[in-house]
């Protein structure tokens, strides 16, 4: 079988279809291939973007912010994992990023949460989504989808329309095995695909295993690999011809085991944030056509003590009971702390910050936190008289107290237990040209999203890899196009 397009896109997540709505709007034809129905990670995510210097949402709720004072935080968190001129750029044209999405239907909301959380409820969508209180000029800059509920699946749903209405074709059920070149020019991609009972077959098995596959891993690893049974079994060889490119959108890969073991040793075992499409096929396809890698070792891994936002006054204390980090940083900063001292941690909270943090369950808890927060406030945690009896019944050294007694201590170790899983994300990926999304040393050939190394490929606050993934797959869906003369 063979098919042929302007531009091929593998992957269909939020970067995916950035890249085919910017291809196609310039005029080229564009076909989507995706290895399930769509949405990957993107669809399974709380649907936040990291925007600021001005949104709509901020002028409205009364939030001073600037692109510089943007700028100023997030060459914190971004390191050098870009150039400044990228990061300037990223934080200039934010605000519009926020707009363009809101042209392609995607909702979101003034309403300005005031308190600090992992995730706001139902009734906030701008919130501080990152560690800015750490460091001057900080303002609320994520901007989570108006949905109920965890927001991805509404984020995603609004591109995919958006990406149809443009013109471009999707083909689901379709894994890109192998890319193809010419005169040292990627000009294709060799694809397996699926049509008739075992489509259907294979979507309702994916379907069935989404869930599972993030709160159940044994179940949902088995669902999927009936999944892929399927696709050797009854799966179609297709060669889809690109005449201008190939853009690779297809994730990371924190669901390969055995990648993870080889590049981020210390975060195997931990719970993997994706879907099983992000298992490294679209970094490997880029490297088997003479790509680069970079960051590989750059995962991160979410410790969040918030909500209730009460325990963010609490004291992190290590397995000698010495004191570290700050409880009032983003997450994900938490847990690199953590890692760094081999994974064992405790929050040290008094009586006072118990008795907050309970009376605030009720109104600061999303429903999917609440499971985390009866770990935090019960099963996780033991409390005594005495700091010293805390410190025993922990199996810890000592800490400095403070506050008031009785004392508790909550494990917030990175294998703390069921009910506390500790989510972890690759950051790494292909190298690409910063100006124009090609796969350094590949022509004809972009990368976008966690695929290729981007904004947050050094460290990740809420909302930065969506909006990576919008900024860079438009990059690559408009330099696929231009720079192939269509």
Same mark, same amino acid.
């Given at each position: 079988?063979?098919?042929?397009?302007?531009?091929?896109?593998?992957?269909?997540?939020?970067?995916?279809?950035? +890249?085919?709505?910017?291809?196609?709007?310039?005029?080229?034809?564009?076909?989507?291939?995706?290895?399930?129905?769509?949405?990957?990670?993107? +669809?399974?995510?709380?649907?936040? #973007?990291?925007?600021?210097?001005? $949104?709509?949402?901020?002028?409205?709720?009364?939030?001073?912010?600037?692109?510089?004072?943007?700028?100023?935080?997030?060459?914190?968190?971004?390191?050098?994992?870009?150039?400044?001129?990228?990061?300037?750029?990223?934080?200039?044209?934010?605000?519009?990023?926020?707009?363009?999405?809101?042209?392609?239907?995607?909702?979101?909301?003034?309403?300005?949460?005031?308190?600090?959380?992992?995730?706001?409820?139902?009734?906030?969508?701008?919130?501080?989504?990152?560690?800015?209180?750490?460091?001057?000029?900080?303002?609320?800059?994520?901007?989570?989808?108006?949905?109920?509920?965890?927001?991805?699946?509404?984020?995603?749903?609004?591109?995919?329309?958006?990406?149809?209405?443009?013109?471009?074709?999707?083909?689901?059920?379709?894994?890109?095995?192998?890319?193809?070149?010419?005169?040292?020019?990627?000009?294709?991609?060799?694809?397996?695909?699926?049509?008739?009972?075992?489509?259907?077959?294979?979507? $309702?098995?994916?379907?069935?295993?989404?869930?599972?596959?993030?709160?159940?891993?044994?179940?949902?690893?088995?669902?999927?690999?009936?999944?892929?049974?399927?696709?050797?079994?009854?799966?179609?060889?297709?060669?889809?011809?690109?005449?201008?490119?190939?853009?690779?959108?297809?994730?990371?890969?924190?669901?390969?085991?055995?990648?993870?073991?080889?590049?981020?040793?210390?975060?195997?075992?931990?719970?993997?944030?994706?879907?099983?499409?992000?298992?490294?096929?679209?970094?490997?396809?880029?490297?088997?056509?003479?790509?680069?890698?970079?960051?590989?070792?750059?995962?991160?891994?979410?410790?969040?003590?918030?909500?209730?936002?009460?325990?963010?006054?609490? #004291?992190? #204390?290590?397995?000698?009971?010495?004191?570290?980090?700050?409880?009032?940083?983003?997450?994900?900063?938490?847990?690199?702390?953590?890692?760094?001292?081999?994974?064992?941690?405790?929050?040290?909270?008094?009586?006072?910050?118990?008795?907050?943090?309970?009376?605030?369950?009720?109104?600061?808890?999303?429903?999917?936190?609440?499971?985390?927060?009866?770990?935090?406030?019960?099963?996780?945690?033991? $409390?005594?008289?005495?700091?010293?009896?805390?410190?025993?019944?922990?199996?810890?050294?000592?800490?400095?107290?403070?506050?008031?007694?009785?004392?508790?201590?909550?494990?917030?170790?990175?294998?703390?237990?069921?009910?506390?899983?500790?989510?972890?994300?690759?950051?790494?990926?292909?190298?690409?040209?910063?100006?124009?999304?090609?796969?350094?040393?590949?022509?004809?050939?972009?990368?976008?999203?966690?695929?290729?190394?981007?904004?947050?490929?050094?460290?990740?606050?809420?909302?930065?890899?969506?909006?990576?993934?919008?900024?860079?797959?438009?990059?690559?869906?408009?330099?696929?196009?231009?720079?192939?003369?269509?």
């Amino acid at each position: 079988m063979e098919d042929s397009a302007d531009v091929v896109v593998i992957g269909f997540g939020a970067a995916g279809a950035c +890249a085919a709505i910017e291809a196609a709007a310039a005029g080229a034809s564009v076909v989507v291939l995706d290895r399930f129905a769509g949405g990957g990670a993107t +669809a399974l995510s709380g649907g936040v #973007v990291y925007a600021g210097g001005g $949104t709509r949402q901020q002028v409205e709720a009364g939030v001073t912010d600037t692109s510089e004072a943007m700028f100023s935080y997030l060459k914190h968190e971004v390191r050098d994992a870009v150039s400044e001129a990228t990061l300037r750029r990223f934080c200039e044209d934010s605000a519009k990023m926020l707009a363009w999405l809101e042209d392609q239907g995607v909702p979101f909301s003034s309403a300005l949460c005031p308190f600090k959380t992992s995730y706001p409820t139902d009734d906030y969508y701008l919130y501080q989504s990152g560690s800015e209180d750490a460091w001057p000029d900080p303002a609320p800059r994520g901007h989570r989808t108006r949905a109920k509920g965890t927001s991805g699946k509404v984020f995603f749903a609004r591109l995919a329309e958006a990406t149809r209405r443009a013109g471009a074709r999707i083909m689901p059920q379709t894994r890109a095995v192998e890319l193809i070149t010419s005169d040292g020019r990627v000009t294709g991609v060799r694809c397996r695909t699926l049509t008739g009972l075992p489509q259907a077959v294979h979507r $309702t098995l994916t379907r069935a295993g989404a869930k599972p596959w993030l709160y159940h891993p044994p179940l949902g690893r088995r669902l999927f690999a009936l999944a892929a049974w399927v696709e050797r079994r009854f799966g179609r060889s297709l060669v889809v011809s690109a005449r201008q490119g190939v853009v690779i959108s297809a994730g990371g890969f924190i669901a390969n085991r055995a990648m993870v073991h080889e590049h981020a040793p210390a975060y195997r075992g931990a719970l993997a944030l994706g879907s099983p499409g992000d298992d490294g096929g679209g970094i490997r396809l880029g490297v088997a056509a003479g790509g680069k890698t970079a960051r590989l070792d750059k995962v991160s891994a979410w410790r969040f003590v918030t909500p209730p936002s009460a325990l963010q006054r609490g #004291v992190l #204390v290590d397995a000698d009971g010495r004191r570290f980090g700050d409880a009032t940083r983003y997450g994900a900063a938490i847990g690199d702390e953590i890692v760094a001292r081999g994974g064992k941690a405790w929050l040290l909270i008094d009586d006072d910050i118990l008795r907050v943090a309970r009376a605030q369950v009720r109104t600061q808890t999303a429903p999917f936190q609440k499971w985390q927060v009866r770990y935090l406030l019960n099963r996780g945690l033991v $409390t005594a008289p005495t700091i010293e009896e805390a410190a025993a019944k922990a199996g810890i050294g000592t800490p400095q107290p403070f506050g008031t007694p009785p004392y508790s201590l909550i494990n917030v170790s990175v294998r703390a237990g069921f009910g506390y899983p500790c989510p972890t994300l690759t950051l790494g990926g292909l190298v690409v040209d910063e100006e124009t999304g090609q796969v350094q040393g590949v022509s004809g050939l972009y990368a976008a999203g966690r695929s290729a190394v981007g904004v947050c490929s050094e460290s990740y606050v809420s909302g930065l890899s969506l909006a990576d993934c919008v900024f860079s797959g438009r990059r690559a869906g408009q330099h696929v196009v231009e720079e192939a003369g269509c």
